[in-house]
């Protein structure tokens, strides 16, 4: 993500299937992870970022929601084979700041 990153993260990953889903609540660091703790590395992609707002998590369902009904199939983009990110920007759940990354390719 870089090291510009600017909030708490929500990662979903599905792990070599559909079968294996898991979620991280993250932050982005370049310190050594702990034992208590499990890292993830993010491997690099392109992405494609919206920003919300709103009350949470019908917020965040419904602009992923219309990422996948109507932004990607005219993006002229798929999807790519990586995680999902939530950027969880403020702490109000009833009034959140967020940003949604998806990773993408051009259409084959």
Request: some cysteine; hydrophobic content about 35%; glycine content about 6%.
């Amino acid at each position: 993500m870089g090291s510009d990153c600017k909030g708490v993260l929500g990662v979903n990953v599905c792990m070599d299937s559909l079968d294996k889903w898991e979620y991280y609540i993250a932050v982005e660091t370049d310190k050594k992870v702990s034992n208590e703790m499990y890292e993830y590395i993010i491997p690099a992609y392109t992405w494609a970022v919206f920003p919300g707002e709103g009350t949470m998590p019908t917020a965040i369902q419904e602009i992923e929601k219309r990422i996948i009904t109507e932004w990607l199939p005219t993006s002229g983009y798929e999807y790519e084979d990586g995680p999902d990110i939530e950027v969880y920007l403020n702490e109000d759940p009833a009034n959140s700041k967020f940003e949604v990354w998806i990773p993408i390719r051009k259409n084959s």
